[in-house]
């Protein structure tokens, strides 16, 4: 009996190893130092939402269909849930402690990685104009999703979730009414148009691409959760060479450069908040 589990476990790993395989050689996206545990919940929700006997029989669908593949799976795998001034703590933080070095900057440059539906960069753009920094900013959002960079870019939320955002806002150290950055149209907020002009969308793959710019902040929140230890040290590699000394990096509440082999070219900010400073002596 406990011989068989673990045979049906040993079949499994290997299907999911040639699944990620197939994916990349056919689609070019790779999957291969995702987390296990991520990837096989995503990939068992699908063939059971779609009633896919294996995953041998999901790979030879994957093969076929490309448009199974780019509006199905590959959502499955990116995971794109977001929302306004998620953890509000966070933004608090960014307030308190990340403004005064940022002031210090004649030009801001800030790169969310991960931004899915932008949610989060137009969180940023408002509380850098609440602070005074608005003249001197240029936000960057990138993703490897281009159907969720379509969606950030034309700054729409749903109307359901203002209430949500609203209180996050408040809880995040907001100085205005939230009310004074969107406008509601029956189901949805349009957000301030003025927030837009800051900020440039652009498709970045975090796996394949390479270094963007010279950043003063990174942001990059429930994104690394998702990799392995060896794609989230390449990341954060990448991260370090993207930033300018002194530079910025925030990550998200259950992220952390514990553990990742950059861990002492930072300091932490503050204890309670994933945010980091690049040390100043440093390349
Ligand atoms: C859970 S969302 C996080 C959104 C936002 N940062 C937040 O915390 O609310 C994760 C985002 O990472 C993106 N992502 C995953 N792998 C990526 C990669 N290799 N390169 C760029 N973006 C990636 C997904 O498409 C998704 O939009």
Known sequence: MTVSIHKKLQNEKIEFTLLLEAIYHKYGYDFRHYSVAHIRRRIQRRLTLDGIESISALQHRLL???TFFFQTVFHDLSINVTEMFRDPSFYLAVRQKVV???ATYP???VWHAGCATGEEIYSMAILLKEEGLFDRLQLYGTDFNDLVLEKAK???????SVKEYTSNYQLGGGTQSFSDYYTARYSHALLEPE??????????NLVADQVFGEMQMIVCRNVLIYFDQEL?????????HS????GILCLGAKESLRLSEQENKFNRLLPGEQIYQKGYGTD
Do not use: M, T, W
């Open 232 to 240: 989230q040290n390449r990341v954060i590699d990448l991260f370090y």
């Open 64 to 66: 076929n269909d490309e």
């Open 243 to 246: 930033l300018c000394r002194g």
């Open 100 to 102: 005064p070095i940022l």
């Open 195 to 204: 927030l837009k002009e800051k900020i440039l969308f652009a498709n970045h």
């Open 107 to 109: 030009f801001i440059k």
């Open 154 to 160: 034309e700054g729409i939320v749903s109307i359901r």
